[in-house]
């Protein structure tokens, strides 16, 4: 059985275009295109499927999903964006996360068997982390105590008080903290008390935003 990944090399080789080609022509990450021509990604999203048959000049139901669509059936609606649709992003560990900056294209380093759901959307490059430790714990307000999963955008821009994973460069550690900016210089700060303030230096990175955040009970 043809695969989404085969229809969508195949059309893009009869478009005669690279990867970065279509992405940029489609509007989205060369990343998306990637992971749906190594077999990572299933399906794509209403969204982001017209987008690359529009760019592609094919059908969206035989990209999706092989169909051809009726040539005696006309299509004169369009979807719309879904607000509540649900968007699917590996759990990877903390090594990884220290190691995302320079192997975030390499999927093959996920579990791919371990994938969350999140209405929430964190880009094509996105990833959930599970919170270890206590210093994003909070005694008041907002808090992430250890165990809490957060979904990582890494395509996000940073602004003083956004929630980040932070890597430092030399060992790729990687740590959670609250991203503060403060007469020119910028910190990590946590949320408990009892840890120190760091300031972000040359042999700190910005790995990613925190875009949603949430308890698996069940």
């Known amino acids: 059985m043809i695969t989404l990944g085969e229809r969508l090399s195949s059309a893009r080789q009869r ?15 060369r990343v998306a295109i990637s992971k749906a021509e190594q077999g990572l990604t299933k399906s794509f999203n209403g969204d982001t499927l017209l987008k690359v048959a529009t760019a592609l000049n094919c059908s969206p139901q035989w990209l999706q999903n092989g169909e051809e669509q009726s040539v005696n059936w006309e299509n004169n609606v369009k979807s719309c964006p879904q607000k509540d649709a649900f968007h699917s992003y590996p759990v990877i560990n903390w090594v990884q996360a220290g190691l995302f900056s320079t192997a975030g294209d390499d999927y093959s380093m996920y579990d791919h068997d371990n994938w969350r759901h999140s209405v929430k959307y964190a880009g094509e490059r996105g990833f959930w982390l599970e919170v270890h430790g206590d210093s994003m714990t909070s005694p008041v307000g907002i808090t992430f105590p250890e165990g809490m999963s957060i979904l990582v955008n890494p395509d996000k821009a940073v602004h003083s008080g956004c929630y980040v994973i932070a890597r430092k460069k030399s060992t790729n550690e990687a740590t959670f903290k609250k991203y503060v900016t403060e007469m020119g210089r910028s910190f990590l700060k946590p949320l408990n008390p009892q840890y120190p303030i760091i300031e972000i230096d040359d042999d700190c990175e910005i790995v990613g935003v925190i875009v949603d955040a949430r308890w698996d009970i069940f």
């Open 15 to 29: 478009a005669g275009l690279t990867q970065d080609a279509l992405a940029k022509k489609a509007g989205i990450t």
